[in-house]
């Protein structure tokens, strides 16, 4: 059982940045992400993509806003549960439990919901005939590559994910390449390497294609796809492969009794607190009547909901008010010189 | 202005008057019109303000943007005439546009 003064759920940019403001004002936090790294959306949908209204910083891309927030962080050490999703979420006495799907648990009397629009989850095939095979002959991630040894294997999509396995995977099986139109979003290089498997022969494939269904009888046996006119294609398969990016789910959070208003959670603009005490969202997941889904305003949001964390974790003292500018004990926080 | 008309998947249209400058996302997320997520908020970074528009209007809105086409790669069950809602603009010459609303957005 880890105890901390505060939880962050997501570290996206509102993460980070409610994390440096908790340690600024002498609070421990730690952080859970559902991905296996630090960034969120910035990160997972648009790390090359530039941002041009982050305070103080006319360009900057979703991967450096990263990089600098967690530059911001570093005077701090603190913990990253990365590939975890929180699942859990009870009150016992003043504080709040708190357990991960990979059986981490917390105890704190402060929750900060920073988590963007939810954790990401693999987009799945339409198809409903594929969910009795999902996790076993139709996967949507590689574990062990081992497993397609001499087999089968057709892959579904036009990103770097799935060209890099069809590559990675022609060397020790059989590859079909389906993808629904002919162009790829995947790196040129990747692209080029791509075709000239498939002009020797060594991937089989097909564009203008999507999967229409599946078959077989306690393991997957044959896939049917069908192209841009409608004409169908059967292909004896032994895995099916999709690599359709992520999607965003509100998962769990929609289990922990607190008022939500679509896919977004209802805090006040004072503490950015939800119905229950003691637990706060900020960043793209809260909503508040005038709410702007802008970075910025998560940075804004992190900075009170942080104050607010004091008084549940610190009930016997009284927080103070102190700029980074002239604050001795911020200064030392931070292991920088005072005048 | 322009009347969009939204038909879900279902059959159940909804048409509504949408002011000028807003995009059909936006449109619809206005109106509370079921079926259009738009999880990202308009960025073109989630694909779940995907729809499909009929051939005799595809040509009459606004060509599709760069990257929209990698987005609906990852739509659900995206079709020739699929389109991201929240990169078709509105204005008068898309007067009576109907888009239809897919199975579901993710």
Redesign the interface.
């Known amino acids: 059982m880890i105890k901390t003064d505060a939880l962050i759920i997501g570290a996206g940019p509102t993460g980070l940045f409610t994390a440096h403001q908790l340690k600024l004002i002498g609070l421990d936090c730690e952080i859970v992400d559902n991905l296996d790294k630090i960034g969120g959306?910035c990160i997972e949908?648009?790390p090359d993509k530039p941002i041009y209204d982050i305070p103080a910083i006319p360009e900057c891309t979703g991967e450096e806003l990263t990089n600098n927030l967690l530059e911001q962080l570093k005077p701090f050490n603190i913990k990253f549960h990365l590939g975890e999703r929180v699942d859990e979420l009870k009150k016992d006495n003043e504080k709040w439990k708190v357990k991960t799907s990979k059986g981490t648990e917390f105890e704190t009397p402060n929750v900060i919901i920073a988590g963007g629009?939810g954790s990401f989850e693999p987009?799945k095939f339409?198809s409903k005939e594929c969910e009795q095979f999902e996790n076993k002959t139709i996967l949507y991630s590689i574990k062990d590559k081992k497993i397609f040894d001499g087999k089968t294997v057709s892959i579904f999509?036009?990103?770097d994910s799935a060209l890099d396995w069809a590559l990675e995977l022609s060397k020790t099986s059989k590859v079909n390449l389906i993808?629904?139109?002919d162009?790829f979003?995947a790196a040129q290089a990747t692209v080029d390497k791509v075709k000239e498997l498939s002009n020797a022969g060594k991937i089989n494939l097909i564009t203008n294609s999507?999967l229409k269904t599946v078959s077989g009888n306690g393991k997957l046996e044959e896939i049917e796809i069908e192209n841009?006119n409608k004409e169908t294609k059967k292909l004896k398969t032994d895995f099916a492969l999709g690599f359709?990016?992520l999607?965003?789910?509100l998962g769990p959070i929609a289990n922990w009794g607190l008022n939500l208003n679509k896919?977004t959670v209802e805090v006040d603009t004072e503490k950015f607190e939800t119905n229950q005490k003691g637990i706060y969202a900020v960043g793209?997941i809260c909503n508040y009547p005038g709410k702007l889904?802008l970075i910025l305003s998560g940075f804004h949001e992190g900075a009170l909901a942080a104050r607010a964390c004091f008084k549940l974790a610190r009930p016997n003292e009284k927080y103070r008010f102190e700029f980074t500018t002239s604050s001795k004990t911020i200064k030392n926080r931070l292991g920088v010189k005072s005048d | 202005m322009a009347k969009i008309t939204y038909i879900e998947n279902n059959g159940k249209s909804h048409s509504v008057d949408v002011a000028d400058g807003l995009t059909v996302m936006e449109g619809a997320v206005q109106n509370n019109i079921p079926g259009i997520?738009a999880?990202?908020?308009g960025?073109m970074?989630?694909?779940?303000c995907h729809v499909y528009v009929k051939d005799e209007w595809f040509d009459k809105i606004n060509k599709k943007s760069e990257g929209e086409?990698?987005m609906i790669?990852?739509a659900?069950?995206?079709k020739?005439n699929s389109r991201l809602s929240c990169q078709i603009l509105v204005s008068p010459e898309i007067d009576g546009l109907e888009v239809h609303l897919p199975?579901k957005q993710?």
């Open positions: 959306q949908l648009y629009v987009r339409p999509g036009g990103g993808h629904r139109r162009e979003r999507q841009d359709f990016g999607i965003m789910q896919k793209d889904r | 997520d999880d990202c908020g960025g970074a989630c694909a779940t086409d990698d790669d990852q659900y069950e995206p020739k199975v993710v």
